[in-house]
């Protein structure tokens, strides 16, 4: 990583845990807190604009996706998430819908070559894909490789078309408080236009806390997606108002839009 990067990076990280109160955990070590987000004034069905209804479990079948359709439309959920040999099935259902669909790319390790996650992409967006998440080089952000870490979010970024969302993954159960202020600068220097909080298949969910970091990094220019682990109304009102623009559920999603 060159000295420029170097500066950057501290000077983000700076700027962004000055305006957190630090207090000490439970270890001793200072870590920021922040305060509750008041809650927006949002109705179920307009949470459900927020919402990716996703199913990405290995052992799901053709009649999953067929369910996952039907709910997005009664539903109108913002779009679904599906690994990337169902996206040509998911997008003949939906097709003329509006809703958006969605292939998850890497997942959920994040540990593969730039060139397959790129192919990857290219595969799911021939079929169909309109959004892409990709799951980060975990690994490489944490031996502080920044560098590989930047050019494998681009190696995605260049498979995509000029329209397609693209997401990036951090898995923050894997990251200090640094590691995700660097991978949410580094998405954002790559071109993506969303960093998301988790696979949900490592352990971790999304937290307020984790949220309003990552919308304190990246700005209103990008997007940020809280995924996985929000069950209810109330906890997906205030991971919005924590400053989510999507919200990734799967077997909550209609809970949440009965306002339960």
Known sequence: MSMDQQQLIAKV????????VQTPGATGVLEPTVSAPALPSLSPSQVAKYIDHTVLKPQATTLAYDKLCQEALTHRFFGVCVNSSWVSSVARKLQGSGIHVCSVVGFPLGAMTSRAKAFETR????????????????????????????????????????????????????????????????SKKAGADFVKTCTGFMGGVATVEDVALMRR??????????????KTYKEALSMIGAGATRLGTGSTSLAIVAGT
Do not use: W
């Open 217 to 230: 990094v990246v700005g209103p220019e990008m997007g940020v997606k809280a995924s996985t682990g929000v």
């Open 13 to 20: 990280v700076a700027e962004v845990l000055s305006r957190f």
């Open 123 to 186: 595969e799911a967006i021939s079929d169909g894909a309109v959004e892409i998440d990709m799951v980060i080089n975990v690994g490489l952000l944490k031996h502080g490789d920044y560098h590989a870490v930047e050019e494998d979010i681009r190696a995605v970024r260049r498979a995509t078309r000029p329209d397609t969302i693209l997401k990036v993954i951090i898995e923050t159960v894997f990251l200090t408080e640094q590691e995700k202020i660097i991978a949410c600068e580094l």
